[in-house]
């Protein structure tokens, strides 16, 4: 079965500058798609980024993009000059063969103003 | 707005008696995913339905049971309530059924058994 591992509980950045989050990743799977999405306080579930894995080249979306190194099974997200409208929960997601989303536990992202 | 649509927002409810959720999946979108969050585990998936077929299950409760109907709306219903059913429940939709594309996510039905 898939699993999805974020280490981090919580991170904490200050505005304008640069956060990094994890994620780590075991799958069987050959062809297989990665994502982040954010949950703020109003909970609606909101895709950041997704990452087709037959694909070399790193996503990116304006001020987001990953780090995606296949061989060590990792799906890091950086955010670039972080914003008050960051602040969220942020939940790695891995999609199984099943078409079904697995994801991570989630890491609370706090923007210090 | 990701174009789901999701009712009701808020459900409170006693343990034993049974309710029912309804999702609207985005226009022209064919499958619907059912997901549960609570705080001791976490995002679940619960079940697939795609163009009204059962797609696939994951940690659904036989107490639990969904359908996608000819409009393609779908229904989760939850019988025998228990305590330990008090969550958020997420429907979610993509265009097809081949598992490539993105799911879009309504803004959940949070449900609480008193």
């Known amino acids: 079965a898939q699993t999805v591992t974020q280490s981090q509980p919580e991170m904490s950045v200050q505005e304008a500058e640069t956060v990094t989050l994890s994620c780590t990743y075991d799958t069987s799977e050959s062809d297989y798609y990665l994502f982040w999405y954010k949950q703020p306080p109003s909970r609606q579930m909101i895709l950041v980024i997704r990452q087709e894995a037959y694909k070399q080249q790193n996503a990116t979306e304006n001020r987001f993009s990953v780090n995606f190194q296949k061989a060590a099974k990792s799906f890091s997200l950086k955010i670039s000059d972080s914003q008050l409208g960051d602040a969220a929960m942020y939940f790695c997601?891995?999609?199984?063969?099943?078409?079904?989303?697995?994801w991570g536990a989630g890491t609370k992202l706090i923007i210090k103003p | 707005d990701s174009g789901v649509t999701q009712t009701p927002k808020h459900l409170i409810t006693a343990t034993g008696q049974r309710v029912t959720l309804r999702c609207s999946p985005r226009s022209g979108d064919l499958s619907v995913y059912w997901y549960q969050q609570s705080l001791d585990q976490g995002l679940q998936f619960l079940i697939h339905?795609?163009?009204?077929?059962?797609?696939a299950k994951g940690n659904i409760l036989e107490r639990f049971s969904a359908q996608q109907f000819p409009d393609l709306h779908s229904e989760l219903n939850l019988s025998s309530l228990e305590l330990g059913d008090s969550a958020l429940y997420f429907c979610a939709s993509s265009v097809g059924g081949t598992g490539k594309e993105t799911q879009y996510f309504g803004p959940g039905t949070r449900l609480l058994v008193l």
């Open positions: 339905y795609y163009n009204g077929e059962e797609r």
């Open positions: 997601a891995s999609m199984d063969s099943n078409y079904q989303l697995i």
